[in-house]
């Protein structure tokens, strides 16, 4: 995926945020407030691996990130927003598969590259 992740009790876990900074009510909101991408990679034996998380997008990279995913053979749970008023508009995507992990992690980078994320460090 061309980024690097973090190991927590047997799940390999990506958190990216946004490159833009998001503001609510005039109030700047780190990374830490759920304005980051989210993605969790459980092994699963066999290279197999079970995923799910948490694409965070503006309303122009919903229908990329819809495209990208599918094309890769991932689930797409569920489409909502958390609040009302941050600036840009964001929107929360869940998304879940079960495959060969190094399968998943090729779909994935599309969906990646589709929104406006830091560049890897």
């Not at 958190?15 to 980051?36: N, Q, Y």
């Not at 609040?83 to 840009?88: D, F, I, K, N």
């Amino acid at each position: 995926m061309g980024r690097k992740g973090t190991a927590d009790g047997g799940i390999y876990k990506f958190s990216i945020a946004r490159k833009e900074t998001i503001t609510d009510d005039g109030h700047v909101l780190p990374p830490t407030f759920g304005v980051t991408t989210a993605i969790n990679f459980q092994p699963l034996g066999g290279g197999r691996a079970a995923i799910n998380g948490d694409f965070v997008m503006t309303a122009p990279e919903v229908q990329k990130v819809i495209q990208a995913l599918r094309k890769g053979g991932i689930n797409l749970v569920e489409v909502h927003n958390h609040s009302l008023t941050e600036q840009p508009r964001l929107f929360y995507m869940h998304f879940w598969a079960v495959d060969d992990g190094v399968t998943l992690a090729k779909a994935l980078r599309p969906a990646l590259d589709a929104t406006n994320l830091q560049p890897p460090s």
